[in-house]
Structures are given as structure tokens and as C-alpha cells.
């Protein structure tokens, strides 16, 4: 029997990545009447070695570069700018970046009276609709989530959220495929779980929280410490990939570890750098940046919860690796590409001014694009 709702595919966090995706068409109407998937019978998915950078990004950078200031703007909280996120992030929407399309799907979602929003539902199923008709994994889960979660605006496409999540973890989206762990595991198909996260953790994109699982999962079974240890290992892994979850609980992982077996694991240096790092995270803190310091810049910069320590190594490496001497520059950690970002500051205004100025050609206008696939 179907076994959908109980279980809810609602993230905290705004962002879903995007692993693969081909430009086929949406694989059904979504104006068609479907069945809850059975998960009791359901064929196990495939997991597939597949190319994950078949979506490329716009040729046109400027679309990558609203993308990330936007993204910076969420990830600080910076509720200042949040005027300027919505137009950065609709601009590169438009410019056709998909990830920049999932996140003002979200954004149109939202309407609150304590912070700027600016609430069009109608334009956010648009965007959806246009993803999914891009075949992309991310879309298919994020309409799980709000079928699963009554989300208004899309309560009139009859399609029940558990067919959505299936067809993500056909797509092998990590998110996905660790939720179908969950209700695999729950029925007693305990065999088939360990492969759909198995799958999951393989991914080289996306799957943080996945690798978070895994680590708890091999601690509670674990019988020795050698197992403990291999915990830790995807817990390290999960961190690098992007958990704050991960990197929140370390401290208490260490707590656990000294409990069981009477000596350390993580050096008390080592843990405070987790702890430091910890911080950058949380745009609640408000941290000293020793790279801005050394240029003589306002030293003073806002937690972002987008921050990924891809290059966690060269900072604080997993034991028994000797800590590496460091003077606390926390983009040391980050790839290339992250520390840029880390280290620009935007003018949110001026570059909403060159992106309002972009006209955007579209081959077809989203409202045509709603019409033709949702109308009655």
C-alpha cells in the first residue's frame, strides 16, 4: 500500500542542487491523474555513473555572477539587500541559470510581514513548470517537497508528491534518493536502503547531508571503534561538502567517542578551528576576517550559511594528519572559485542597475509556458 504521507521531503535549507538533466520533455502531463507510488513493490531505481555537468551554466557569466551575489545576500540573512536579491536572482533566472530558477521558485513562495518578500505564486509555478519540462532532478524533488507540504500554489496539478520523489531518485538526486532510505527503511526493505544511500553518498555534488546520514548511521551500528572511526570519515566528507549539521555536531561526535573509549580523537586545536569555522556558517556571528584585515579593509564580516570548506584539508585535516600551521583565514579552506566570492564585496545597487538594463529574449513567455501545461 502507498505510504506517502507520512513522510515530509521539506529541507531547511533554500537551496537544492542540481546533479544531471537533459533537455527530453517532462515525462507526463501534468495535468494527468497519478497514482501514490507503492514503495512496497517499487523497482529499486538505478543508480547510474553519469555525467554530472551536463547542465552547463549560461554562456553569458553575468548570469552566474547575479546568481552568486544573490545567493551571498540569503546566505548572510542580509535582509537589507533582500530587494536586490529578488532582482538579482530573477535576472539570472531569466539569463536561464537553473539554479538561480529553483531559487526564486522558493523566494516567489515566501510572504512575510517582518521581512521584504514579494509573493507571486503564479510566476513561481511557471519557473517549476519550466524546469520539469527540463527533465531537471532538483525540480522533481522541490515539487515533492510541495506537494508533500499542501504548498497552495501547487495543490491544482493532480500529480501526488511521492511520484515527484521517485522520479528524482530515478534521476539519482541525492536528496531524493536518502529520503527513499528513509521509506525503504521504514518497511523493512533494509537491503534496498543501504543502496539508495550508498547511491547517494557516491555523488560528487549535492549529497552533504547524505554523507551526514551515512556517518550516523555507521555510529549507531557501530560495534568498534574502527567503525566509529569510519563514521567520522563521512562526517569529514559532509562538512567538505557543504552540512552545517555535519560541522555543528563534531563537537558532541568527540563527546561520544571520549565516552566510549577513554581518549581523544579530535585534538582540542583541531576543534576549535571546526568551532571557527562553525561561525563563518552562521549569519548570526558576526567574525573577524584576517584576509580583510591584511589588505586594510572593515575586518567585520556577516556568517553566510552558503560557505563550503571544499578544501577543509588544508585547514584542519582529518586525524591522525598533523594540523597544518594556519593564521585563521577561513577562505584557505574554500575552493578558488568560493573564496572570490567570499572575498567580493558587491555593490548590490550597482549591479541591479546593469542587470534591470538586460533584456532577456525568451522563446516562449513563462505566463504561454503555465498555460499550455497546467490549464484546465
Known amino acids: 500500500m502507498p505510504i506517502m504521507k507520512k513522510y515530509s521531503y521539506l529541507k531547511c535549507g533554500l537551496l537544492v542542487g542540481l546533479l544531471i538533466a537533459s533537455v527530453n520533455t517532462f515525462a507526463f502531463d501534468l495535468k494527468e491523474k ?3 507510488v507503492n514503495f512496497i513493490t517499487a523497482e529499486l531505481p538505478a543508480c547510474n555513473d553519469v555525467s554530472e555537468d551536463t547542465l552547463k551554466l549560461p554562456e553569458d557569466p553575468r548570469a552566474e555572477l547575479y546568481y552568486q551575489a544573490a545567493i551571498k545576500i540569503f546566505g548572510q540573512n542580509d535582509t537589507d539587500h533582500y530587494p536586490q536579491m529578488y532582482i538579482l536572482a530573477n535576472k539570472s533566472a531569466e539569463m536561464g541559470h537553473w539554479r ?15 521581512e521584504y518578500t514579494d509573493y507571486q505564486p503564479e510566476k ?39 511520484v515527484f520523489l521517485f522520479e528524482a531518485a530515478k534521476l539519482n538526486y541525492p536528496d531524493a534518493l536518502s529520503d527513499l532510505h528513509d521509506i525503504f527503511i521504514s518497511i523493512g526493505r533494509t537491503k534496498d536502503a543501504n543502496v539508495m544511500l550508498g547511491c547517494a553518498v557516491a555523488k560528487k555534488q549535492d549529497n552533504a547531508e547524505a554523507l551526514f546520514k551515512k556517518s550516523n548511521e555507521l555510529e549507531t551500528n557501530a560495534t568498534k571503534e574502527a567503525e566509529v572511526m569510519d563514521s567520522f570519515k563521512y562526517l ?27 581518549k581523544d580523537y579530535f585534538s582540542k586545536e583541531f576543534l576549535e578551528r571546526m568551532a571557527m569555522l562553525q561561525k563563518a556558517k552562521n549569519s548570526v556571528y558576526l567574525n573577524r576576517d584576517i584576509y580583510r584585515k591584511s589588505l586594510g579593509k572593515p575586518d567585520e564580516m556577516r556568517g553566510n550559511a552558503t560557505l563550503v570548506f571544499s578544501n577543509l584539508e588544508k585547514v584542519a585535516p582529518l586525524p591522525p594528519e598533523t594540523l597544518p600551521q594556519w593564521n585563521g583565514d577561513i577562505s584557505i579552506a ?43
Open 236 to 262: 569529514y566528507q559532509a562538512i567538505k561538502a557543504g552540512s552545517y549539521n555535519a560541522l555543528a555536531s563534531i563537537a558532541n561526535k568527540e563527546s561520544y567517542y571520549k565516552q566510549q573509549y577513554g
Open 100 to 114: 538561480a530558477k529553483l531559487m526564486v521558485v522558493r523566494l516567489y513562495l515566501k510572504h512575510s510581514d517582518s
Open 34 to 36: 497519478r497514482k501514490e
Open 334 to 376: 574554500m575552493s578558488e572559485k568560493e573564496a572570490v566570492n567570499y572575498r567580493t564585496d558587491y555593490d548590490y545597487d550597482q549591479l541591479v542597475k546593469e542587470a534591470e538594463a538586460i533584456v532577456v529574449k525568451k522563446e516562449r513567455p513563462i505566463e504561454e509556458v503555465l498555460t499550455k501545461n497546467t490549464s484546465k
Open 124 to 162: 513561481a509555478k511557471a519557473y517549476m513548470v519550466e524546469m520539469l519540462q527540463q527533465n531537471i532532478p532538483a525540480a522533481y524533488y522541490a515539487m515533492g517537497q510541495f506537494k508533500s507540504n499542501g504548498t497552495e500554489a501547487f495543490r491544482s496539478i493532480p500529480i501526488p508528491a511521492s
